[in-house]
């Protein structure tokens, strides 16, 4: 029961960290952040206590992939030998990147015609209703968790442009909690699949309230439109035309947000021979993060042993990705065994574990906006890395503890 109070407790200190590092304090609209948070309680428990609400997520994310897996086809023809990875996780370049090359044509097919800003304009007016945010941060909200950060930046470059750097800078904190229907896949193979199908709709509601307390944005009402790539009695470009130039734009994106992420990889690689230099194993900055994310672990519900175990985990995904961990841990996880007899710390774990919150994903978020807007609105997001970092971990917290309070 002790531990059970902890858990429970836990949410507020994940609000209160995010307060405590708001970009405006006095703009924090507590009373929407009540409802999204008793949203998403009630949500957590429909998701892990019914496999109805699992199914649900199952179909959307069933959805989307079978566009990804449309993309394939293309990607074989070119590429046959990279959708075989030889590592035994997914290609990132395969899975992440090069499914835009189909996706953005598609969603700016459906806004040259006119479908996807009408689609917006109406779940995202329910979305905005609900949780109080403007529309197209609503509705971004649904889109990325199951398309991906970058996919859903790529296909929303005439709204970014249209937003200011503020409200771009929300897109960014949410972003970092994002997962793609084509890794969901891969993700149950490894880690229980009722967990992983709970986190998604979890992160959703999660992403909403931190960015909300992180960067609270107040839009005009006539500020808040969905925007269309043709003004109102404008000619259009002819349709291939349109379609070359996004293909082309489409590329391009792919080739900064490989570029940023390698480099982001790379520095996080060099800061851990730095630290090699020094003779101590130990230091590592998996470990440095172990050791700072050890309270949080324990606030999850976790006597010290187990939230020190948990801790190294979540340090090693966030220096590295979720697979990397989901390797170390498939075997016992999926039999119950070790740390994993306890079904609380399987529930939190692959709860936290499923999102792209990671060093490497700070680095596609920057490289997708330095490719579709302004340098002043990218600069402005590139100055707020910690805080867009900070943003992914509470996220993932968050929606750890709301999923651990109905598993012990």
């Known amino acids: 029961?002790?531990?059970?109070?902890?858990?429970?407790?836990?949410?507020?200190?994940?609000?209160?960290?995010?307060?405590?590092?708001?970009?405006?304090?006095?703009?924090?609209?507590?009373?929407?952040?009540?409802?999204?948070?008793?949203?998403?309680?009630?949500?957590?428990?429909?998701?892990?206590?019914?496999?109805?609400?699992?199914?649900i997520v199952k179909g959307a994310a069933d959805g989307f992939n079978w566009i990804v897996q449309a993309a394939n086809t293309g990607i074989a023809f070119a590429?046959?030998?990279?959708?075989?990875p030889t590592t035994g996780n997914p290609n990132f370049v395969t899975s992440a990147l090069l499914?835009?090359?189909?996706?953005?044509?598609?969603?700016?097919?459906?806004?040259?015609?006119g479908v996807l800003p009408w689609v917006v304009k109406w779940i995202g007016r329910g979305l905005s209703f609900a949780?109080?945010?403007?529309?197209?941060?609503?509705?971004?909200?649904i889109e990325m968790m199951f398309l991906g950060n970058t996919e859903v930046l790529a296909v929303s470059g005439a709204q970014l442009n249209a937003m200011s750097a503020r409200r771009n800078y929300t897109l960014a904190l949410m972003s970092m909690s994002c997962v793609t229907a084509a890794i969901l896949g891969a993700y149950t193979s490894m880690v229980p699949g009722q967990y992983v199908m709970a986190a998604v709709p979890l992160n959703i509601l999660g992403a909403i309230i931190i960015s909300s307390i992180l960067n609270p944005v107040d839009v005009e009402p006539e500020d808040d439109v969905i925007?269309?790539?043709?003004?109102?009695?404008?000619?259009?470009?002819?349709?291939?035309?349109?379609?070359?130039?996004?293909?082309?734009n489409a590329g391009r994106l792919i080739?900064?947000?490989?570029?940023?992420?390698?480099?982001?990889?790379?520095?996080?690689?060099?800061?851990?021979?730095?630290?090699?230099?020094?003779?101590?194993?130990?230091?590592?900055?998996?470990?440095?993060?172990?050791?700072v994310l050890f309270p949080f672990a324990w606030l999850l519900g976790f006597n010290p042993d187990q939230a020190f175990q948990i801790a190294q985990l979540m340090g090693t995904k966030l220096v590295t990705n979720e697979f990397v961990v989901m390797g170390q841990i498939t075997k016992d996880i999926m039999a119950g065994t070790g740390l994993f007899s306890n079904a609380h710390a399987s529930a939190v774990l692959t709860v936290f574990l499923?999102?792209?919150?990671?060093?490497?994903?700070?680095?596609m978020i920057l490289g997708a906006f330095?490719?579709?807007v302004s340098k002043e609105k990218s600069d402005y997001i590139a100055a707020h890395v910690p805080q867009m970092l900070l943003a992914g971990i509470l996220v993932s917290l968050l929606s750890a503890a709301v999923a651990g309070l109905f598993v012990w």
């Open 227 to 248: 925007v269309s790539i043709h003004e109102e009695g404008e000619e259009r470009e002819p349709f291939f035309s349109f379609l070359g130039d996004s293909i082309l």
């Open 1 to 55: 029961m002790f531990y059970l109070i902890v858990n429970f407790l836990s949410i507020f200190v994940f609000l209160g960290i995010a307060f405590l590092f708001s970009n405006d304090k006095h703009g924090v609209k507590w009373s929407r952040i009540a409802i999204v948070v008793a949203l998403q309680l009630v949500l957590g428990w429909f998701f892990m206590k019914f496999s109805i609400g699992q199914d």
């Open 370 to 372: 330095k490719g579709l």
């Open 354 to 363: 499923t999102s792209f919150a990671n060093f490497s994903t700070v680095g």
């Open 79 to 84: 590429l046959p030998d990279w959708l075989q």
């Open 131 to 141: 949780t109080g945010q403007p529309r197209s941060e609503a509705f971004f909200s």
């Open 255 to 291: 080739l900064i947000i490989t570029a940023t992420v390698i480099a982001f990889v790379a520095l996080a690689g060099l800061i851990d021979k730095l630290f090699g230099l020094t003779g101590l194993s130990w230091l590592t900055l998996g470990n440095i993060f172990g050791v």
């Open 99 to 113: 499914p835009m090359l189909l996706v953005v044509p598609l969603f700016d097919i459906l806004t040259y015609i």
